[in-house]
């Protein structure tokens, strides 16, 4: 899933300066299960920025809501109305649903509330872990399902480096775990081992970001 | 210019059993408190405690079970845990975090509990924000 967090709160009491109509939309999918964008952030925020204008003496009237996807326009129909009454749409879904949003309503402001970080797995309540960084070829099969490219803080697609001590990174010994102590591991639970034998080429990176942004098309499934 | 108001809200088995004993006695709540009874602290959710600012309150104080006392288990850790979150919120805000209070009770502390009533928000705000930004 997506996973993001919350702007801090001055950033987005500047960026809503001046204003005295809101909507806060929040976004039921990705960042509602990483705890930043559903419901009850959206509760949490509109109240925080309710006392903080209550506090300099601003008017500030809030709506809010929380749709379904704010990344798919059918369920950002359902808030247009609220969009058309208000000065300001300070959106807590991801990047993809800001912009959704925005392209939809082309004539509202729309504002991000959150700050949008990776695609990840939640490891325990309230800890969250990169796991993938959409690089368009898909090497997990190579390397027991672990991804080196996201795991190891250096990319490498032939490892380890030199910095692996005790299964940790040199980078943040504390915190990372060695990507390529994981993948041994892994190959060796499941008898593959010897595709450590094997050189890894240089990856190709055509099908990630280098051609500007990525598209798919399924002509079989298109109106 | 708008009254003061202050907000407690505490588990039922703890500080609403103290609060019962208190009212016994013919003790009353300061005017200006508004006691908010939960079936346990851990139901005090971090939109209450925004809430109870947002109504307007200066301070707020939060009553939970001792640690190990909790009928449901861990109610008080988790309501340390967002207290701990709020009083961040509010320090974003621009409110001095020593204006949310959390105390842990057992159900014969009715004397400490009219103590924490009675010296909730005193000294007054503004300089509980000096105190707080002199201690930063």
């Known amino acids: 899933m997506i996973v993001a967090e919350r702007k801090p709160l001055p950033e987005i009491i500047e960026s809503i300066a001046g204003v005295k109509k809101l909507l806060v939309v929040g976004c039921n999918t990705c960042v509602a299960v990483c705890l930043a964008g559903g419901e009850r952030e959206v509760a949490l925020l509109s109240s925080a920025l309710r006392i903080a204008a209550n506090k300099d003496g601003r008017e500030l009237d809030i709506l809010e809501c929380c749709i379904e996807r704010q990344c798919e326009q059918e369920y950002n129909r359902e808030v247009a109305a609220e969009v058309a009454d208000v000065e300001v749409v300070l959106s807590m879904a991801c990047g993809v649903g800001v912009q959704t949003m925005a392209q939809q309503f082309p004539n509202a402001i729309i504002y991000p509330a959150l700050n949008t970080t990776f695609m990840g797995q939640p490891d325990e309540l309230g800890s969250w872990s990169e796991r993938c960084l959409g690089c368009g070829n898909c090497v997990l099969a190579q390397f027991g399902g672990i991804c080196p490219i996201t795991r190891c803080a250096k990319n490498l697609l032939n490892g380890p480096c030199g910095g692996s001590a005790d299964g940790r990174c040199e980078v943040d010994p504390e915190h990372l775990e060695c990507a390529w102590q994981l993948i041994y591991d892994r190959l060796k639970a499941i008898g593959q081992l010897d595709r450590l034998m094997e050189i890894t080429p240089a990856k190709d990176w055509s099908p990630s970001r280098h051609g500007g942004p990525r598209q798919i098309v399924r002509e079989d499934v298109q109106a | ?136």
């Open chain 2, 1 to 136: 210019m708008q009254a003061r108001k202050r907000v407690v809200m505490g588990c039922a088995r703890s500080a609403g059993v103290a609060m019962q004993n208190l009212r016994a006695t013919g003790w009353s709540l300061p005017d200006d408190v508004e006691w908010v009874e939960m079936p346990c602290a851990s139901a005090i959710a971090e939109l209450h405690m925004m809430r109870a600012f947002e109504s307007g309150a200066e301070n707020v104080l939060v009553l939970s079970c001792h640690h190990g006392a909790c009928r449901s288990l861990e109610g008080d850790e988790r309501l340390a845990r967002r207290v701990t979150a709020v009083q961040a919120l509010l320090t974003e805000i621009g409110i001095a975090p020593s204006a949310l209070v959390h105390q842990r009770m057992a159900p014969n502390m009715a004397s400490d509990l009219r103590t924490w009533i009675a010296s909730l928000g005193a000294p007054q705000p503004c300089l509980a924000h000096e105190q707080d930004a002199g201690e930063a």
